[in-house]
């Protein structure tokens, strides 16, 4: 969400700085008309605040990611950095896996 709000607001002072560029080098055709300088300050305005707004969810983001838990994937449990079940859980599917994967018949010779 915050790099959707950053990009969002680059984009509007991008594109606010490119129509006050054209509506200063063109000021004496009619195309400057059509761009009011009210309307350029209010959306260089919101672009401001979209930034701002995007730095200050970036600095959530990332608080919010050391505060939380691990949990295990099925019980919800606590569980230590970097795993995905608990020790439970882990050697049911563990065990599950060596069974599906070792059930070849043996040939008899």
Not at 9 to 15: C, T
Not at 16 to 30: D, F, I, K, N, T
Not at 61 to 90: D, F, M, Q, W
Request: aromatic share 6%.
């Amino acid at each position: 969400m915050s790099s959707t709000l950053l990009r969002l607001g680059l984009w509007i002072v991008i594109l606010v700085l490119a129509a006050y560029v054209l509506h200063e080098s063109l000021e004496e055709q009619p195309i400057a008309e059509m761009i009011p300088m009210a309307l350029l300050a209010k959306a260089l305005t919101l672009g401001i605040v979209l930034v701002a707004a995007g730095f200050v969810f970036r600095l959530f983001e990332k608080s919010a990611k050391v505060v939380a838990k691990n949990r295990c994937a099925v019980c919800r449990t606590p569980i230590v950095h970097g795993a995905i079940y608990c020790r439970e859980h882990l050697r049911s599917v563990l065990h599950s896996e060596d069974e599906r994967l070792h059930q070849t018949k043996i040939r008899r010779t």
